[in-house]
């Protein structure tokens, strides 16, 4: 077999005129005509909206390549396009190949009759996408609604086209297409593997049975007396263990022949998610191998006397996983059950890497799904408005150990169940589950996003409820679980988020006692924080509070004078309608008048971590009746107001900082509920701790007014709640002091002393009453940078208690790069050591340089 790669340089046609210019591929068209200098940048200022004409054109993408003659002796060249976007036709030397509609569905033809030594070329036009829905829409029998956001590209439901690119209350509008993940021709003598899957079963302690089936398709142009006849070894091995198989394999491409092969595996480690052990992967290859006159099938693999056909690897993890979903004193769990231990599911939801797809590239994923590890996530869910990830975003996944909740591309919308697109979408999942059912990351099918519930959102089906329930049901169950139940039987098939299970419809928005639940009162209902309290879901798989971007982040799409939050500029990059009202609305209830616009965008992140931190921490603390917490975003699209944790360019926001904190596999929290506050334990460990609680009423000058101490130990995986007290009666906090709520702060510590002896300490402050009522005395907020062996590090001093302190570099510096802490409290006469690290190909900079960019806040330097 022999690939050549089509990937690189081509060349996009606009089909209206003729007009061309260069192309990458993998790539887009938008991003295409942005480096030819053509359009302006869709993300700065009101750019989107002058490019809506993009997605209502025909575009041809073409490329010349050479082929030796030697390249045609072949039984069939195998053209695979892994992603196509979306409605398109493919030619080679002018005649047509086939075409695709469905961009989560392979394009795969044999290519070899048109093929010719010499020069070939290759086109695909890509029709229209707002034109294909239109034509799609008319002929529905009935209208099939959808949800509609600011900018929005009609019928979008229609077509297999990731939702999100047709605008979403996060997202813009920009229908490009292209060819995405790589394209490739492969020439070939015999048959190929048309899929590769395994199932594992635990025999014992590092002991494995390894199933590892092959799909075999035999050649397009079979060769009579060629290499489709006779036969062939089938041969797999793994950790030094080998199985072989002779057979008689397919002639033709007509026949797919099912191969089986089985090793028997000892001395493998586990697979585990990030913080419950190592994640052990395994290289898995499987070759199908013909042995020459004479060498003998014993011989075959080892030497010159066997002609390899096929070839293909995986990376295997080996664990066990479970969703336990079952009745019990509080209504029916969800949890997650790895390697016979349950975890609590700590993450947020994953949205594509960014609007334009020529940006998908695996460093930008690295870097994201770094960073959700690096706040101890250890589970994404991949949302369903997206797109079915490429093979690096899953194998950063196996390796970091981050599970992930997979739901199918299916969003917030009602779907046809009309014969041909019910015949796309098997075709479609059955593809996507044979491709990454074997990744140790994947951890749960889930139907869709909301797609159940939207059937009570629209007019059309609040009318004919049962017309629209019939098509989900057509799709959601006689596909999708059919199709994901055949074909992946060990994995636990979830039909809807939020959603209580297989065959129980209950109300998933406002039941918090099955399954998992979407609670989202506290942002669209303006509820205060102490909602979140209210509810003590089993699984929460959507939660969340939008913030305003950084300055910097401003200044990449808005110039200083549309720096306002009423510009048409911040407007357009605020797509929930009353988002910046809510933000704002917030912002009163808990803070002072911000003192300016920088003041406003900092204090906006202040509340959105002080949200989901509210949130987090008390549904952690009641594990183990709830079992998860995801929240609404891990990342951005593009520059805008959201609920995401990660700026669009990965920058930290003070939620993710705060995440790292929170998500901490032994964690501190003090929780104020029903006038009272307690002191929480939080353990993901295996091991119980043991330790002192010591806990201090403070004045906000720093002056300790009330001290207590006492021995506390909280069990492994799991919760103690060893100090709560009323907050009013006795005194403050019952320390017989006369105060109010605004005039102290409470300060708590936990000194564990953990196996090995190791030391280990937990700290958290609260305030007693809304931030805004405390009596903040300035904090006098010094620092100091100084030159490191592995760069600066920033000293920072306050003179008296400082609250959410904030790094951040001067939006007009061209220096770019990550902090490793940031809103963070520093008690009076504390000194923290923050480091500094500048972004993938930024140079590292002087401790003069940063020093001159660095920009501090703090609560009480931000407000009025």
């Known amino acids: ?441 994947l951890a749960l099918w889930c139907g869709n996003n909301e797609a159940l519930g939207a059937i009570t959102w629209y007019e059309e089906s609040k009318d004919s409820p049962e017309r629209y329930l019939e098509d989900y049901e057509r799709l959601n169950e006689g596909v999708l679980g059919r199709v994901i139940r055949a074909l992946d039987p060990d994995r636990t098939w979830w039909p809807s988020s939020p959603s209580a299970g297989p065959g129980d419809f209950s109300d998933n928005w406002h039941s918090d006692s099955r399954g998992d639940m979407h609670y989202w009162t506290v942002w669209h209902e303006g509820r205060p924080f102490s909602a979140y309290l209210e509810v003590e879901p089993r699984f929460c798989s959507e939660f969340g509070f939008q913030s305003l971007p950084s300055p910097r982040i401003v200044a990449s799409y808005a110039k200083p004078k549309d720096r306002d939050f009423s510009s048409p500029v911040m407007e357009a990059h605020q797509r929930h309608p009353r988002g910046n009202s809510l933000i704002l609305e917030t912002m009163g209830r808990y803070f002072r008048r911000p003192r300016g616009f920088a003041e406003t965008l900092y204090l906006s992140q202040v509340q959105q971590a002080l949200a989901i931190r509210t949130a987090v921490e008390f549904w952690r603390s009641l594990r183990p009746r709830c079992m998860g917490t995801l929240y609404w975003q891990l990342n951005d699209v593009w520059p805008v107001a959201s609920w995401s944790s990660l700026e669009y360019d990965g920058g930290w926001k003070l939620l993710h900082h705060e995440a790292r904190r929170f998500y901490e596999d032994l964690h501190l929290a003090l929780i104020m509920r029903d006038g009272s506050l307690a002191a929480v334990l939080i353990n993901d460990r295996a091991e119980a701790l043991e330790g002192e609680l010591r806990l201090a009423l403070k004045a906000f000058d720093g002056r300790s007014l009330w001290e207590e101490g006492l021995e506390a130990r909280v069990g492994a995986d799991s919760v103690a709640r060893p100090w709560s007290r009323r907050l009013e009666g006795e005194g403050l906090l019952g320390s017989g002091l006369a105060l109010g709520p605004g005039q102290a702060f409470l300060e708590a510590s936990f000194t564990a002393r953990a196996s090995g002896g190791r030391v280990e300490r937990r700290l958290a402050r609260a305030f007693l009453a809304e931030p805004k009522t405390a009596t903040l005395a300035p904090s006098g907020l010094e620092f100091r940078v100084k030159d490191g062996p592995e760069g600066p590090r920033i000293h920072l001093r306050a003179a008296a208690p400082a609250f959410f302190v904030a790094l951040e570099l001067d939006p007009e510096s061209p220096m770019a790069g990550r902090f490793s802490d940031s809103g963070f409290d520093l008690g009076a006469g504390e000194e923290a050591l923050v480091d500094f690290r500048p972004a993938p190909g930024s140079p590292m900079p002087s401790a003069a340089d940063l020093a001159r960019a660095l920009r501090l806040r703090d609560l009480w330097s931000s407000c009025a």
């Open 1 to 441: 077999m022999e690939r050549l790669g089509l990937e690189g340089d081509w060349r996009l046609l606009r089909v209206k005129d003729g007009s061309q210019r260069p192309m990458q591929v993998p790539g887009d068209i938008l991003s295409a005509l942005l480096a030819a200098g053509e359009i302006p940048d869709p993300y700065a200022g009101r750019n989107e909206l002058e490019l809506q004409w993009i997605g209502r054109e025909d575009w041809r993408l073409e490329r010349d390549f050479d082929l030796d003659p030697s390249f045609l002796d072949c039984e069939e060249a195998l053209l695979e396009a892994l992603v196509l976007d979306t409605v398109a036709t493919i030619e080679l030397n002018g005649s047509l190949l086939g075409e695709g509609r469905n961009m989560f569905f392979p394009f795969r033809a044999d290519a070899r009759p048109l093929l010719r030594a010499g020069k070939n070329t290759i086109a695909v036009t890509i029709a229209s996408p707002e034109k294909a829905a239109a034509e799609a829409a008319a002929r529905l029998p009935y209208p099939i609604p959808y949800s509609q956001y600011p900018v929005t590209s009609p019928h979008r439901n229609l077509l297999r086209k990731a939702q999100f690119m047709g605008g979403w209350d996060w997202g813009p509008c920009l229908m490009t297409g292209g060819i995405y993940d790589g394209i490739s021709l492969t020439a070939h003598n015999g048959p190929r593997f048309d899929y590769l899957g395994t199932r594992m079963t635990r025999r014992g302690p590092g002991a494995w049975k390894l199933e590892v089936q092959v799909d075999l398709v035999g050649p397009a142009n079979p060769k009579k007396g060629g290499q489709s006849s006779g036969k062939a070894i089938l041969e797999a091995s793994l950790a030094g263990k080998t199985a072989s198989l002779a057979l008689e394999p397919p002639r033709a491409a007509s026949r797919v022949q099912s191969c089986l092969l089985t090793l028997e595996l000892e001395g493998i480690e586990d697979w585990n998610p990030a913080g419950y052990g190592s994640q052990a992967l395994y290289d898995l290859k499987v070759r199908l191998l013909r042995p020459q006159a004479g060498s003998g099938e014993r011989e075959a693999g080892t030497g010159p006397g066997t002609e390899l056909l096929w070839t293909q690897k995986k990376r295997l993890g080996f664990r066990s996983l479970e969703v336990v979903a079952e009745e019990d004193a509080w209504g029916k769990s969800m949890k997650f059950r790895v390697n016979g231990r349950e975890i609590f599911a700590k993450g947020a939801n994953w949205i594509p890497a960014d609007s334009l797809p020529s940006r998908w590239t695996r460093a930008r994923l690295a870097d994201l799904l770094g960073s959700a590890r690096a706040a101890n996530m250890n589970m994404l869910r991949v949302w369903g408005g997206g797109r079915y990830e490429s093979e690096d975003f899953y194998g950063l996944c196996d390796e970091l150990g981050i599970l992930l909740w997979q739901d199918c591309m299916f969003s917030c919308a009602l779907y046809p169940s009309s014969p041909d697109f019910l015949a796309g979408v098997e075709a479609e999942i059955t593809h996507q589950v044979r491709r990454l059912k074997d990744h140790p990351s």
